[in-house]
């Protein structure tokens, strides 16, 4: 999501949800070709935080090693998310910034026994630099006969990893290390294609209304808006009327913050 005009307490942001597929994907990430002869097993969610190569960040695979090894009754599931790192400092540390509480992507998949890539599609969702992905096997006890785990690789040939994984317990996140292992890195490959561009919302101040623009040229653009950035829905904004080249909807001004975005198709 990009940020805006910011006009007194009115903020303005544009995002593109859902974005344009493109055939020039390219590997952004790649730790899939040393495996080090280590598994992690737990019933925890955990993951790696990655450093992506090349400037593509709409995300539209993941590929995924684990090994598995149950006695099947029909509820496993693995459950794969990708979060932003803005959650709270680990230990106070500004270096480092703990996985969000609400993630960018989730999907999930039935996990098969033995050693597995799990290829899974990502619907161009645009990523930071550095993020983290997680898995987490629900449904497998992690038990003597029921385990299943993230394979460690070592050094990726293709962006970067730190030497440690996240691992979210009963305390919240905490930054884990396996000492018996060469490198704390979970085997994996992220493809993307370059992040979509939308339409620049403008914010002008008309009387005791805003009047929100944006060029004609972009159609099929939805306004929404929410009242508090940490609000998980948004609402949809009146339809807009056309005044030369650009679409414009005029609100009455807040009292408090307003957040704008425009959903694409």
């Known amino acids: 999501m990009k940020f805006a005009h910011l006009a007194a307490t009115i903020f303005a942001a544009v995002g593109l949800i859902g974005g344009l597929r493109s055939a020039s994907a390219e590997i952004v990430y790649d730790d899939s070709s040393d495996y080090s002869g280590f598994d992690y097993e737990s019933p925890n969610e955990y993951g790696d935080q990655v450093i992506l190569a090349g400037t593509s960040r709409a995300v539209t695979q993941i590929e995924i090693e684990y090994y ?33 509480a609400t993630p960018l992507f989730e999907d999930t998949f039935a996990p098969g026994q033995g050693y597995h890539t799990a290829v899974i599609p990502v619907p161009n969702v645009v990523v930071p630099d550095t993020f983290t992905w997680t898995i987490q096997f629900i449904g497998i006890a992690q038990s003597n006969t029921d385990v299943a785990g993230l394979l460690f690789y070592n050094v990726p040939t293709v962006g970067q990893s730190y030497d440690d994984f996240w691992e ?32 620049q919302l403008t914010i002008t101040r008309v009387n005791n209304n805003i009047q929100i ?53």
Do not use: C, M
């Not at 159609?219 to 005044?243: C, I, Q, R, S």
């Open 68 to 100: 598995a090894s149950f006695t099947p009754h029909g509820g496993e599931v693995a459950r794969v998310r990708f979060y932003a790192n803005t959650g709270p400092n680990w230990q106070g540390n500004p270096a480092f910034p703990t996985p969000a």
């Open 168 to 199: 979210l317990t009963s305390s919240g996140w905490g930054a884990a290390v396996r000492s018996d292992v060469p490198k704390n890195n979970f085997g994996a490959r992220i493809t993307a294609v370059a992040a979509p561009t939308g339409p």
């Open 213 to 265: 623009s944006w060029p004609t040229a972009s159609t099929g653009f939805t306004l929404e808006y929410k009242n508090d950035l940490n609000a998980a829905t948004w609402t949809a904004g009146p339809n807009p009327t056309v005044n030369g080249s650009n679409f414009q909807v005029a609100l009455p001004i807040g009292a408090g913050n307003q957040l704008f975005r425009l959903r694409s198709p």
